[in-house]
């Protein structure tokens, strides 16, 4: 065995093996896997072997896309066979959110390249006779679904690695990871040590275990999961063809041929964790117990879907564990806190989406990022708050809700309320509709006594309205007041934090007193961040952003890091509030003896009642606004004195809902929305930030000139939808002339304008005011008009005055 190496993957599972081979696709050859059994010992050998493109987040299923084209090219490099089956598979719609679900993917896949397509019953029956149709209304076409040999497959791509350079040691158990001085990992194994450069978790069913053995704590949890093989059934095996997937999510089943019968599996709702303490080293090449008792329900439910299946006998029950992250995606890239350390686990759809999981790490490792925004699997998606009491709760409601529609405006309800802040009873008691972010406890908006203390998951316009309509007219024609809890606020002190800042930002740094907006990018011009500076002193800063986005930026600040500065987290320790609205100033003026003549974009030290505050002149809602921020025991106090003084103001609380509905009056963007990794900022509109006259060699300056030079294609741009009943909400394809052109990155409704609005990226060559469009929303093509001129506030007098 060799002892030292660039890369030791750990895990000889169907992920552990395609991060190896696409390690040494994009040139890294020295590098190796270590397994304690044979390839597959984990969960790859008992899966069904089901792949797929559906997933709720469009840059997984772009990745779900790639792994299944894969497979061909594996066969073709390695000569082996994957045991493809290429049959197509459709997804049942039993009721009208479910069809709404299965129009929304279909329109995203157009700008995707997938060629997915929604069919009506009268489709249905012949492409799975089998199926009952009672009440069903449709369903969506996928031709890329199939099944393939799950370890044919695992064998395939440890076979291209091989040919690649990468060599794979079996039978060899690891059992400690530790760090040297340098960066590098002592990988001390029951067969000795490995000097690695990087270390990749891949340990499947032990990634928990094998974290810990570098101290860290990855959120995720095995169930376990049980599909069925049925005898031979005469209705399939005299087919012409093989039987195509079905997939109802109504009776919470994937089913797909099986040699001369079928093969079906459940997600149930009485389903069970497995291995909650730890998995035990001795678990191999084995299956838990049939339990028939679990999947009763489900079982009832798919007799009346597919009535061949009562007749059928059993021919083999197949039950085991896999691991899921509270989310159910995959937790990928580097582990917060270690370096070189990477994460390839918590992957619960190794075969739908191992392929695209091992591409993105291997990007990540080689280049340093990846080629799309990974947001969605990345492993710093939580922050260190994160607990095994939190990951259980929310594993098993993932499972129960694998099946589930997805809305846009849903807040699931595991484990919360988790993190709340000393508002929160008070807030509570005015009527707060909680939502949750990055585990934090936050208002979506404010219901009045009458209405129920719950938003109705939906994919139109919700119950949510009219409450949203009320803050929205607060804000614009008095005061609203909310939280700022729920933004990412870092310190930043020292020495060199103006150089470090001028490094690691490309816009200006202010002076004492003020703000600057900027963007962050990464060496390829990726938006990494989107930041508001405020510089308190020559060698004190104040950075805040996305509160969801903690962990990155930190991971991003850490490798980044520069003698002589200091960079804190202080998103908890600070907090406070936003008031903003025509009135803000005269609430200010009455809650401080200090002069409140703060220009748009000033930062100053006041106190607000009793307690000293940072206050800046900012805004995300448009027009005037202050941000007042403080230290969480003095919240309560600065709440008094703020709503106090704010009733003679015509003060109202507001909540996200109020908050995302008042920045579209502006076209200002969000992060992950309009502002993420898929994007650049010349495609954003953020290049007006960035600080061209400044010798300084910012990281990501030579993609931004380059891009300065050569402008991009697409642009972000701002429409007026002529609506029904149901806003943007992302991803919606743009139709020019006839023709998909673009895609929405978000929209709503402005109910200030009282009109429906959508950002997206289109055509520079389209992005001009009045441009005629169409968004396709829900399946229906709805006319978009280009407009240019903002909403409220439009020659910003009332920001800036
Ligand atoms: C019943 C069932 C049906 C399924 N059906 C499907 C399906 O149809 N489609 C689909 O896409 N997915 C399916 N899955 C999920 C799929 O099996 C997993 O997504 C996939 O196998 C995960 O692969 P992995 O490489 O991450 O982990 P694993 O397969 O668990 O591999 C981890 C490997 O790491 C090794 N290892 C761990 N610790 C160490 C150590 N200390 N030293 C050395 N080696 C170590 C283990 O021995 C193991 O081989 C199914 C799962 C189950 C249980």
Redesign the pocket.
């Known amino acids: 065995m060799k002892t030292t190496t660039r890369v030791c993957v750990?895990?000889?599972?169907?992920?552990?093996v395609s991060v190896l081979y696409h390690l040494t696709k994009l040139g890294w050859s020295d590098v190796m896997l270590?397994?304690?059994?044979e390839l597959?010992?984990?969960?790859?050998w008992?899966?069904?072997?089901?792949?797929h493109t559906l997933n709720g987040d469009t840059n997984m299923a772009a990745l779900q896309g790639y792994t299944i084209r894969l497979y061909k090219e594996l066969e073709e490099i390695t000569g082996m066979s994957c045991g493809l089956h290429h049959v197509g598979g459709i997804t049942l719609a039993d009721n009208k959110d479910r069809f709404d679900m299965l129009l929304a993917e279909r329109a995203k896949h157009r700008y995707m390249g997938l060629e997915t397509e929604i069919v009506g019953p009268e489709e249905i029956a012949k492409i799975a006779p089998i199926t009952n149709l009672n009440g069903i209304l449709g369903a969506l076409y996928d031709p890329l679904d199939g099944?393939l040999d799950p370890s044919g497959t695992t064998h395939a791509y440890a076979k291209a690695a091989r040919m690649g350079g990468a060599t794979i040691e079996t039978h060899?158990?690891?059992r400690e990871t530790n760090p040297r001085a340098d960066g590098t990992w002592d990988v001390v194994t029951d067969k000795g040590t490995i000097h690695a450069e990087h270390v990749v978790n891949?340990?499947?069913?032990?990634a928990r275990?094998?974290g810990a053995m570098a101290g860290v704590y990855l959120p995720l949890h095995p169930m376990e999961?049980?599909?069925i093989v049925t005898d031979e059934i005469a209705e399939i095996y005299e087919r012409d063809n093989e039987h195509p997937h079905v997939m109802d999510p109504a009776g919470e089943s994937y089913l797909r041929q099986e040699g001369r019968g079928l093969c079906i599996?459940f997600y149930e709702q009485p389903c069970r964790p497995w291995a909650v303490d730890g998995t035990p080293w001795n678990f191999g090449h084995e299956l838990l117990p049939d339990d028939f008792d679990k999947i009763g329900e489900s079982i009832e439910f798919a007799y009346k879907r597919f009535p061949v299946l009562e007749r059928a006998g059993v021919k083999s029950v197949?039950?085991?564990?896999?691991t899921f992250a509270p989310d159910g995606n995959p937790l990928v890239g580097p582990v917060p806190g270690l370096r070189n350390y990477w994460s390839a686990?918590g992957?619960?759809?190794?075969?739908?989406q191992g392929g695209g999981v091992g591409l993105m790490l291997a990007q990540w490792m080689t280049t340093g990022e990846c080629e799309r925004d990974v947001s969605a699997m990345d492993v710093a998606r939580f922050g260190d708050w994160i607990s095994p009491g939190y990951t259980l709760p929310k594993v098993i409601e993932n499972y129960q809700k694998r099946f589930s529609v997805s809305y846009p405006n849903e807040e699931l309800p595991a484990a919360r309320p988790n993190r709340t802040t000393p508002m929160f009873d008070i807030f509570d008691g005015m009527g707060a509709v909680w939502g949750a972010q990055y585990g934090l406890e936050v208002v979506n908006y404010f219901a009045a006594p009458d209405e129920p203390r719950f938003e109705t998951p939906s994919f139109r316009r919700s119950n949510a309205w009219e409450a949203t309509a009320r803050e929205v007219k607060a804000v614009r024609e008095a005061v609203g007041i909310n939280e700022v809890q729920n933004f990412g606020k870092y310190e930043v002190r020292g020495a060199n934090a103006r150089d470090w800042l001028d490094r690691i930002m490309a816009g200006r740094i202010p002076k004492i007193g003020r703000l600057s907006l900027t963007p962050m990018l990464s060496p390829q011009g990726r938006l990494i961040g989107d930041f508001t500076i405020s510089c308190l002193a020559d060698d004190w800063f104040q950075l805040t952003a996305s509160y969801g986005a903690q962990a990155y930026h930190t991971r991003w600040f850490e490798q980044n890091a520069q003698d002589g500065v200091t960079v804190r987290n202080v998103s908890d320790a600070l907090t406070g509030f936003q008031i903003a609205g025509p009135n803000a100033r005269k609430v200010l003026d009455a809650v401080t003896r200090d002069p409140t003549d703060l220009k748009f974009l000033d930062v100053r030290s006041m106190t607000i009642g009793m307690t000293s505050c940072l206050v800046q002149r900012v805004s995300y809602t448009a027009g005037l606004g202050y941000e007042i921020y403080c230290e969480p025991v003095a919240q309560r106090q600065v709440w008094h004195t703020l709503w106090t003084a704010g009733q003679d103001h015509g003060m109202k609380p507001f909540g996200m809902r109020a908050m995302m509905s008042l920045r579209l009056d502006k076209f200002f963007g969000s992060w992950l929305s309009e502002f993420s990794p898929d994007y650049t900022a010349a495609e954003t509109g953020m290049d007006r930030f960035i600080a061209w006259s400044q010798n300084v060699d910012f990281i990501g300056r030579a993609a931004a000139e380059a891009e300065r030079a050569t402008p991009p294609n697409r642009v972000l741009c701002a429409f007026e939808v002529d609506a029904g009943d149901a806003d943007v909400n992302a991803y919606e394809p743009i139709w020019v002339d006839g023709v998909v052109q673009g895609f929405c990155t978000s929209g709503g409704y402005s109910h200030h304008a009282g009109k429906s609005i959508a950002l997206g990226l289109i055509p520079r060559a389209h992005a001009q005011d009045g441009q005629k469009a169409q968004i396709e929303i829900l399946g229906e093509m709805r006319d978009a008009t280009l407009i240019t001129t903002p909403l409220y506030d439009a020659d910003g007098g009332q920001m800036r005055g």
Request: hydrophobic letters at 40%.
């Open positions: 750990i895990g000889g599972g169907v992920v552990g270590v397994e304690r059994s597959t010992s984990g969960s790859t008992h899966a069904a072997g089901g792949f099944h060899v158990m690891v891949a340990g499947g069913l032990w275990e094998v999961h049980q599909y599996g197949i039950h085991g564990p896999f686990c992957v619960m759809a190794g075969f739908s």
